[in-house]
């Protein structure tokens, strides 16, 4: 029977696959084919890439521009993180609907279905698969199909750590061992990212934290091993959603919008920031539109901004340019290294919604090309093993899952990746 297993290690610098921080997960990411060229989309960071995962679409077709956006629930837009429990309802109470495009467990439901455990925030887990089609297992509530809760002892009752790493490794893995009609079996672990955050990037207790998602990584991988020699033909991909970079810098942006008179106060409706770490967002409300051009202008000339993409040019970065969003920024960077010789410091655009950006610490979110290079290695389905740097995105990997199980990808931005 075909199948496949996905795994999402949150947060995983590609360039940390090796023999200093995790030479057996490289054991593993040589027996497949390592897209050393994988990106993420922007904002770089963890609910818009879960969105794009499941849909293999840009945020511009699914709908979901960031780790945070701006909704109008009423009374004028504000900026409402994406991470919290009620994210789901409160999208679905302000918009009508959740994703634009149908997610991966949509998709096959007709067909056998999709089994997802994650550690992730529930914003991000729900993203998987926020209209209850497929199982989904996440310690603030767990679901069957039909979102029908899961209250007894299969609900995945867990810490948001790397120890909760580990119990929901192995809770998959039992799962994995007993597959039963479900095609995609999916798990996303909340660390390394959870703990760079507050943490060095590759200080000891960095590495301790990476040495634990390798163990992770490698009890997936020996369940995927058992159920190929058991007779399923399995493809297997191990990922990360976006890299991390060095906070150099918190800006207080949205207080100099108000500062330069584009903004008319912290919490006006006018001009709304919505923040993604080292990337943000701008939404404008209709009487505000017409200072489009000048912030634009303004970030740009700003010496703690990097790229800025505004009105029709959103779409080069994959956003719509016909909503509120109006700009798209990511922050100034330096490719130069931390005290632990990890290269990439940036900017933070500071966010309200984040309590533990400090400098020092890791962050991603905008366009750097370590926080934009993830993971992506796939064995089986016909993959021949050895790096390729072919131009993959965290878009392609749910059309891949669809060919080698056989089903359409119609209406994905993504295209299914070249075997060799």
């Not at 789901?88 to 495009?101: F, K, N, V």
């Not at 580990?166 to 798990?187: K, M, N, Q, W």
Request: hydrophobic share 35%; proline share 4%.
């Amino acid at each position: 029977m075909k199948r496949a297993v996905v795994m999402i290690i949150d947060g995983l610098r590609a360039d940390m696959v090796g023999e200093t921080f995790t030479p057996r997960l490289a054991e593993i990411v040589d027996r497949g084919r390592w897209f050393t060229d994988q990106r993420s989309v922007f904002p770089s960071a963890t609910r818009v890439n879960s969105a794009s995962i499941a849909t293999g679409c840009w945020p511009k077709s699914h709908g979901l521009a960031g780790n945070t956006i701006a909704l109008d629930e009423g009374d004028g837009l504000k900026a409402v993180s994406v991470g919290p429990p009620d994210f789901r309802e409160r999208l679905r109470r302000a918009t009508g609907r959740t994703l634009h495009r149908p997610t991966l467990a949509e998709r096959l439901r007709p067909y056998g279905g999709a089994v997802i455990y994650s550690n992730s925030s529930a914003g991000s887990a729900h993203m998987q698969d926020p209209d209850g089609h497929g199982w989904l297992f996440h310690r603030n509530g767990s679901f069957a199909p039909g979102m029908e809760a899961i209250t007894d002892d299969r609900h995945l009752e867990v810490t948001y750590d790397a120890s909760g790493d580990t119990e929901t490794t192995r809770r998959f893995c039992a799962s994995l061992s007993r597959p039963g009609d479900a095609l995609l079996h999916l798990i996303w672990i909340c660390e390394p990212d959870h703990s760079q955050h507050t943490l060095e990037l590759g200080s000891p207790g960095h590495r301790a934290v990476i040495a634990n998602s390798e163990r992770c990584a490698l009890r997936v991988c020996e369940a995927v091993d058992a159920l190929c020699s058991a007779g399923d033909d399995v493809l297997f991909a191990i990922a990360s959603d976006h890299g991390h970079e060095t906070v150099d810098e918190i800006i207080p942006v949205n207080a100099l919008l108000v500062e330069a008179g584009f903004k008319q106060s912290a919490n006006s409706s006018d001009v709304v920031l919505a923040a993604s770490g080292m990337g943000a967002l701008i939404y404008l409300s209709d009487d505000a539109k017409s200072r489009r051009t000048k912030i634009a202008e303004w970030i740009r000339d700003q010496e703690w901004s990097g790229k800025v993409y505004d009105g029709e040019a959103l779409e080069e970065v994959g956003q719509r340019s016909d909503t509120a969003l109006a700009i798209a920024f990511s922050m100034a960077k330096r490719d130069v290294e931390n005290r632990y010789g990890i290269r990439g410091l940036g900017h933070v655009a500071g966010d309200v919604f984040s309590n533990s950006d400090a400098r020092g610490h890791g962050q991603h979110g905008g366009l750097g090309p370590y926080e934009t290079n993830a993971l992506l290695s796939i064995s089986g389905g016909g993959f021949d093993a050895g790096k390729s740097d072919y131009p993959s995105r965290t878009i392609d990997i749910a059309p891949t899952v669809l060919r080698h199980l056989g089903v359409s990808c119609d209406g994905m931005d993504g295209e299914p990746l070249p075997r060799s």
